[in-house]
């Protein structure tokens, strides 16, 4: 069993709830933002793991790289999670009373006049 640092220990309590609810988030922003870079390098799209690999700055370039992607993915799934939170959607309307049922109009027949 994992035992808690002993500074959270003494606080005695959890991250507040938006707090949590933010870094999960972002979490998984920045998991998709790994996933998009593997793709980036997997795929050689525009020839960018030929140039890390051939730069000597290779490392260097993957770093920004994983870090700007993981920034931009993350602070996107936190702003579309918080933009979600909006009200709660309304119900649906109810649907109207059963209408009256009109009688069927009895055509007449045609008189035809000699």
């Excluded at 002993?6 to 609810?21: I, K, Q, T």
């Excluded at 770093?63 to 649906?92: D, E, R």
């Amino acid at each position: 069993m994992i035992r808690p640092a002993p500074a959270l220990r003494r606080a005695g309590r959890r991250l507040p709830a938006h707090v949590r609810f933010l870094l999960g988030h972002a979490a998984i922003g920045i998991c998709i933002a790994f996933l998009f870079v593997a793709a980036l390098l997997a795929l050689d799209i525009a020839g960018l793991r030929g140039l890390m690999l051939r730069g000597g700055d290779g490392l260097l370039a993957l770093a920004l790289l994983v870090f700007g992607t993981s920034v931009t993915f993350g602070s996107a799934a936190m702003g579309a999670a918080v933009m979600g939170l909006g009200a709660a959607p309304k119900p649906p309307p109810k649907p109207p009373a059963r209408l009256p049922l009109i009688p069927a109009a009895q055509p007449a027949p045609a008189r035809l006049s000699r």
